[in-house]
């Protein structure tokens, strides 16, 4: 079963053990449980590729289950986005479920405990209930309402169910132990009241089950073999479980719980509730906005779906929380857009350069490639004329011999073009330089074969010419807090650490061959980073977002 050459992680062991010991490999089926109440972020990610990956390596099912069991917080707008979120990360589900599905079942087993006695209805306050549970090192205090008579437990769930009681008037609660070392055995809720509109079942239900009592239940129904969850879970077992025990017949697979480490990435929050609040106080511009650690956020920022692939593997699965550098995620951005990415010209920081020597009224068509990465290599034509831009900052009017751009005196090849010359700087009235004139070397062009055209000099520069630019609105993205763990600041409120610098909107240049470039097309704007176009792009105005820089610029600022 296991791949040659590759070590198993302790999930996958888990399942060949399974299968060495007898279990039918046809039995096996997985599920990615997500609750809808909000976008998935980059912790789910790996999950998602956990469970959707071992489909793939075994060639059994994987479904998508909803746990949609609270009406409070759920929406179809979070159920639209998961799906969109899983599909474009190239995942097909096997069969589309929901805990709502189970509504029925759920309650028709919740009757049949209470009439074995294993379930009861319960009167107190939530605070009540809390205090008498006890604490992990004293035991709990039986409810008042413990030893109702199955009668009335059956009559007072039934007036729960038609909405006969406002929410929090009484819970249905399991009768475990109040004495268990596991405080969650200690008599479980598993329904409570709640008068709010499903986005699926509307107001056909008044009482909603908790999540420990559906989860297990849904995988049994599902006949899920091996349900993952992250290491917070792990206590939640022993009630899986037993729960599980209350309804299982031995003609059907029982599902496994096994858990594994969440992935924390730096810089970033990946709490929904945080996450809801950087969307509701305005820090970001909605869920998908590109600084947010969504998978939304991350497709709109620029990342491919194989970037974030490659990046859940190499974190691999483990059985310890941990935090990762974010410098990881953007490494597979560079590694898998080098390979896919055209190469353009774009200049962000425009500074005029105008060769003295060039006919005026002259212009030609430069051929560059569009990616040395490719196999086969193609090309495009670039236009190239007398009046050029530069980024400012290749340009000094006096540097040291380890500054191997222009400068005045000296000499830089123009990416595809020809060697230039600095002769003057022209100044406004402040002293800033606002022109540059140089001269050229008509035989250096690149790729003609001259002796001149193979002359060697430090500095290769881009640009693009002025006559046939195209200005557009490039969005540069950075981490959207200025430390790696916003949300363990002791008592400091996370928001006090969002980087004022993580959004800067500019306006550039670029050359023209992309004028017809779509939303979500990749390029690598040479010597910069890697962009793509964003969907608030329109035929009267190119909008780029900066996926990530060439090289991180965060490892020095962290040393």
Same mark, same amino acid.
């Given at each position: 079963m296991a791949e040659e050459g590759k070590s198993l992680n302790f999930i996958e062991h888990i399942i060949e053990n399974d299968l060495k010991e007898g279990f039918s490999k046809d039995e096996l089926r997985f599920r990615f449980p997500p609750e809808p109440n909000g976008y998935l972020h980059i912790g789910h990610a790996s999950? =998602?590729?956990?469970?959707?990956?071992?489909?793939?390596?075994?060639?059994?099912?994987v479904n998508l289950r909803f746990d949609d069991t609270n009406p409070a917080k759920e929406e179809q707008q979070f159920v639209d986005a998961i799906k969109r979120d899983v599909e474009w990360l190239g995942y097909q589900w096997d069969e589309e479920r929901y805990a709502s599905d189970y509504f029925d079942q759920l309650y028709q087993w919740a009757i049949e405990l209470i009439k074995q006695g294993k379930a009861y209805v319960d009167s107190q306050t939530s605070e009540e209930i809390a205090t008498q549970k006890g604490t992990p090192t004293t035991p709990g205090q039986e409810s008042p309402f413990r030893n109702r008579t199955v009668e009335e437990n059956l009559e007072l769930f039934e007036q729960m169910k038609n909405g006969d009681f406002k929410e929090g008037e009484h819970v249905l609660r399991a009768k475990i132990d109040m004495k268990a070392s596991n405080m969650l055995m200690r008599d479980p809720i598993m329904y409570r009241i709640l008068h709010k509109?499903?986005?699926?079942?509307?107001?056909?239900?008044?009482?909603?089950?908790?999540?420990?009592?559906?989860h297990g239940e849904s995988d049994y129904i599902e006949q899920v073999s091996h349900s993952f969850c992250t290491l917070e879970f792990a206590m939640h077992r022993e009630l899986y479980e037993w729960f599980l025990d209350q309804v299982y017949t031995s003609s059907k697979v029982k599902p496994k719980q096994r858990e594994f480490a969440r992935r924390n990435l730096?810089?970033?929050?990946?709490?929904?509730? $945080?996450?809801?609040?950087l969307v509701e106080e305005g820090v970001v511009n909605g869920w998908d906005d590109p600084r947010m650690p969504t998978i939304s956020g991350l497709k709109r920022r620029g990342y491919t779906p194989?970037?974030?692939?490659?990046?859940?593997?190499?974190?691999?699965?483990?059985?310890?929380?941990?935090?990762?550098?974010v410098s990881l995620l953007e490494f597979h951005a560079r590694e898998d857009l080098n390979k896919k990415a055209p190469r353009i010209m774009g200049v962000l920081d425009p500074l005029k350069i105008v060769i003295t020597n060039y006919p005026e009224n002259q212009e030609e068509l430069l051929e560059a490639e569009n990616n040395p990465e490719e196999e086969v290599l193609t090309f495009r034509e670039v236009p190239f004329s007398r009046e050029l831009y530069?980024?400012?900052?290749?340009?000094?009017?006096?540097?040291?011999?380890?500054?191997?751009?222009?400068?005045?005196?000296?000499?830089?090849?123009? $990416?595809?073009?020809?060697?230039? $010359?600095?002769?003057?700087?022209?100044?406004?009235?402040?002293?800033?330089?606002i022109e540059v004139h140089c001269t050229y070397d008509p035989l250096s062009k690149s790729g003609s074969g001259t002796?001149?055209?193979?002359?060697?000099?430090?500095?290769?520069?881009?640009?693009?010419? =002025?006559?046939?630019?195209?200005?557009?609105?490039?969005?540069?993205?950075?981490?959207?807090?200025?430390?790696?763990?916003?949300?363990?600041?002791?008592?400091k409120d996370f928001l006090e650490?969002?980087?004022?610098?993580?959004?800067?909107?500019?306006?550039?240049?670029?050359?023209?061959?992309?004028?017809?470039? $779509?939303?979500?097309?990749?390029?690598?704007?040479?010597?910069?980073?890697?962009?793509?176009?964003?969907?608030?792009?329109?035929?009267?105005?190119?909008?780029?977002?900066?996926?990530?820089?060439?090289?991180?610029?965060?490892?020095?600022?962290?040393?």
């Open positions: 999950s =998602i590729c956990l469970n959707f990956g071992l489909g793939e390596k075994y060639n059994a099912p509109a499903h986005h699926r079942t509307n107001n056909d239900w008044c009482i909603y089950p908790m999540y420990d009592w559906t730096s810089h970033t929050v990946v709490s929904k509730r $945080k996450l809801l609040r194989e970037s974030i692939k490659n990046f859940a593997d190499t974190i691999g699965i483990a059985k310890r929380d941990n935090l990762i550098d530069i980024e400012k900052e290749d340009f000094r009017e006096e540097a040291n011999r380890k500054f191997f751009r222009l400068k005045l005196g000296g000499e830089v090849r123009l $990416k595809n073009a020809y060697i230039i $010359k600095a002769e003057k700087a022209i100044k406004d009235d402040l002293g800033n330089v002796p001149e055209s193979q002359r060697k000099v430090k500095g290769t520069l881009h640009w693009v010419s =002025i006559k046939h630019a195209i200005e557009v609105e490039v969005r540069q993205y950075d981490r959207l807090f200025t430390v790696a763990e916003p949300d363990r600041q002791g008592e650490f969002i980087n004022p610098e993580s959004l800067k909107i500019i306006k550039g240049f670029i050359e023209p061959s992309v004028a017809s470039a $779509k939303e979500g097309d990749h390029f690598q704007f040479q010597r910069l980073g890697y962009f793509n176009i964003d969907p608030e792009s329109n035929a009267e105005k190119l909008v780029f977002n900066k996926t990530v820089g060439l090289r991180d610029t965060w490892a020095k600022l962290d040393q």
